[in-house]
């Protein structure tokens, strides 16, 4: 049984070797990590990583986000073993593919060999710009502007994303949500298609405006908890 899960020959040293060699462990001497997959593990990576969204937008000390942080690592560092256990590649080849996407799509900061350039873009908008070029240039067969934008993605936020895609990509909004919500009343509505043409409305306005939707929308349900729970008997009353 201990020889199931080897630990990786050559392992990083220092505390990140140790934690490597800690999740071997496990995978060889506990059933329950043992028998964990990439898809059963898909459930507690989202899940750690609005839980880091969370510890930010509410502010909790930094000794929260320090152990939420170190929950979202455990999922990498156990997708990353998975793989290794079966040939595919190690925790090593994630580190080293990262490292050289970043020095890829950023030319504006790094030279191909990783060293520093002489100047650097003076603004965003090039950065942007630049950043667009090499994704391009990286997969030349992508000719829809949506493509990678991840199905699972929380509707406002796909929304968000796309609208993002297309301002980039120069394509012009749909006549539907090109007028903005700010006439349309908040119901009775005849259809979810027309609901949806106003959500979608009110995404493309906190785009045009520089805010996110979906973590707006996630900071109002959380005021609305709080005062649901401060006064379970209904709202305030509204000032005379």
């Not at 990083?12 to 496990?26: S, V, Y």
């Not at 256990?85 to 504006?108: C, Q, S, W, Y």
């Not at 090499?134 to 502007?145: G, W």
């Amino acid at each position: 049984m201990a020889d199931q899960h080897p630990e990786t020959p050559g392992s990083p040293k220092g505390e990140l070797g140790e934690l490597l060699g800690l999740i071997a462990q496990l995978r060889a001497h506990c059933p329950w990590m043992g028998a964990l997959t990439h898809a059963s593990l898909v459930e507690y990576l989202l899940e750690e990583a609005y839980e880091v969204a969370e510890t930010i937008e509410e502010g909790h000390p930094d000794s929260e986000l320090l152990g939420e942080l170190g929950d979202v690592l455990l999922q990498v560092v156990l997708h990353a073993r998975l793989a290794e256990e079966r040939g595919a590649f190690t925790f090593d080849d994630v580190a080293r593919g990262l490292g050289a996407k970043m020095i890829r799509r950023n030319p504006h900061v790094f030279r191909p060999d990783g060293t520093l350039q002489d100047s650097f873009p003076a603004t965003v908008e090039q950065i942007v710009q630049k950043w667009d070029a090499v994704k391009r240039a990286e997969k030349p067969e992508r000719t829809d502007q949506f493509e990678g934008i991840p199905q699972a993605l929380p509707a406002l936020a796909r929304a968000q994303k796309s609208l993002d895609r297309a301002a980039r990509a120069g394509v012009a909004a749909p006549a539907a949500i090109e007028a903005g919500p700010a006439a349309v009343e908040a119901g009775p509505f005849a259809s979810e298609e027309e609901l949806g043409n106003l959500l979608l409305a009110v995404v493309r306005s906190a785009h045009a405006g520089g805010f996110d939707a979906e973590r707006a929308l996630r900071g109002a349900v959380r005021h609305y908890q709080q005062q649901a729970s401060r006064n379970p008997e209904g709202p305030d009353p509204a000032p005379s």
